[in-house]
């Protein structure tokens, strides 16, 4: 299973997604974003101040599969391999709600 680092993120229309360890440095960085707003706002507020947001991420891309081509089955495709990705969920830590399928040869 794959595991990922940082659990949090931020953002904001100037700087984009950073991602982070802990809750409070998210939402520290999503502050400090609208402070930068702030700080012109007597121009007028940005116009995509309300993007700026933090949170937990619930999930994450991750390789499902991964196997070489077969020419009898696949034709040719113009590459060696097929690899394919979902979107799963994250249980708490980090860890993929499952495991990545393996390849399996298969034998006629």
């Known amino acids: 299973m794959s595991k990922i680092d940082k659990m949090y993120f931020s953002y904001d229309h100037e700087d984009g997604i950073e991602f982070h360890e802990t ?3 998210a939402k520290a960085r999503a502050e400090a974003a609208l402070d930068g707003d702030r700080d012109y ?3 007028g507020w940005h116009e995509e101040v309300e993007s700026i947001c933090w949170g937990e991420i619930k999930g994450r891309v991750t390789e499902t599969l991964r196997r070489p081509v077969d020419p009898e ?3 040719t ?3 060696d391999e097929y690899v394919d990705y979902a979107v799963k969920a994250l249980k708490e830590g980090g860890e993929n709600e499952h495991e990545q399928h393996q390849y399996v040869p298969r034998t006629l």
């Open 77 to 79: 495709v113009g590459f």
């Open 41 to 43: 706002a007597d121009e």
């Open 73 to 75: 089955r696949d034709g």
């Open 23 to 25: 809750a409070t440095s």
